[in-house]
């Protein structure tokens, strides 16, 4: 698959704080992989359509008026901010935050050095990690575990595959639901709406064990955590053996 090099000369300054696109070739609909030179700042484009991958190199940003859609996965070294959505084949990695007006969506993992926030929901096949906060107007669904340094918020749910993870609280307006650890570290609330009482089920924050944090609204149901569900197989040399969770990722042998 080709690959597109966009350096500085594809770009003109403007009063902003981001440089708009000039380039020849049309972002909005790509047959290949989009590269941007590094120490750009945020370079600004009217939309991204790809079949490829997206990648801004450390030092540039991405600013998008409409939104992004990319064949394989988005590496980029500072952040993203796009007036839609951004939905990928792959995964998203940010070195900064990524503020999206509507939705984002992953085939993979969404990663980011500071925030992720969108106006509806967030979904990602694997797991959501942000140095600080993660925030959705709807839901949020992960297949995998979700991690904030600070707190998560959703409008609507929170739907984890794996476990939980927040520096601060967590609330959500439906029901907050993960198999495994729910590690909070300050204060929990499940079932917050404003216009009308919560059902049952939305007010259920359930998960394979409350490790901390404390249930200020919802209702605490624990359903256990099956030994062999915090291990992973590993094969080595024809042999395969189960090993804690903790020990693989500390080894970079799984996610």
Same mark, same amino acid.
């Given at each position: &698959? ?11 300054? #403007?009063?902003?704080?981001? &440089?708009?696109? @000039? ?62 959505? @951004? ?40 797991? @959501? ?26 409008? !609507? ?37 404003? !216009? ?38 590993? #094969?080595?040399?024809?042999? #395969? ?15």
């Amino acid at each position: &698959m080709k690959t597109l090099k966009l350096t500085k000369k594809d770009f003109k300054k #403007t009063d902003n704080y981001w &440089m708009d696109y @000039i380039g020849k070739e049309d972002i909005s609909n790509y047959d290949g992989n989009v590269e941007i030179e590094g120490g750009l700042g945020y370079v600004k484009f009217n939309s991204i359509n790809i079949k490829g991958a997206l990648l801004a190199n450390a030092g540039s940003g991405i600013k998008v008026g409409c939104g992004i859609t990319v064949g394989y996965g988005i590496k980029v070294g500072c952040g993203i901010e796009v007036g839609d959505g @951004i939905e990928v084949g792959d995964g998203i990695e940010v070195g900064d935050g990524i503020e999206v007006g509507y939705g984002i969506e992953a085939g993979s993992s969404i990663k980011a050095g500071y925030s992720v926030k969108a106006g509806a929901g967030i979904e990602a096949g694997d797991g @959501i990690e942000a140095g600080d906060g993660i925030e959705a107007g709807f839901g949020i669904k992960a297949g995998s575990s979700i991690k904030a340094g600070y707190s998560i918020k959703a409008g !609507w749910g929170i739907e984890v595959g794996d476990g939980i993870k927040a520096g601060a609280g967590i609330k959500a307006g439906f029901g907050i639901t993960c198999k495994k650890s729910l590690n909070i570290g300050l204060r929990i609330f499940a079932g917050l709406y404003l !216009w009308r009482k919560p059902t049952k089920e939305e007010l259920e924050i359930k998960c394979g064990k409350l490790e901390s944090g404390e249930v200020c609204y919802g209702d605490l149901i624990e359903t256990g955590i099956e030994e062999d569900d915090d291990k992973v197989e590993i #094969t080595c040399e024809g042999k #395969t053996v189960k090993i804690s969770r903790e020990s693989a990722i500390a080894l970079n042998l799984t996610k």
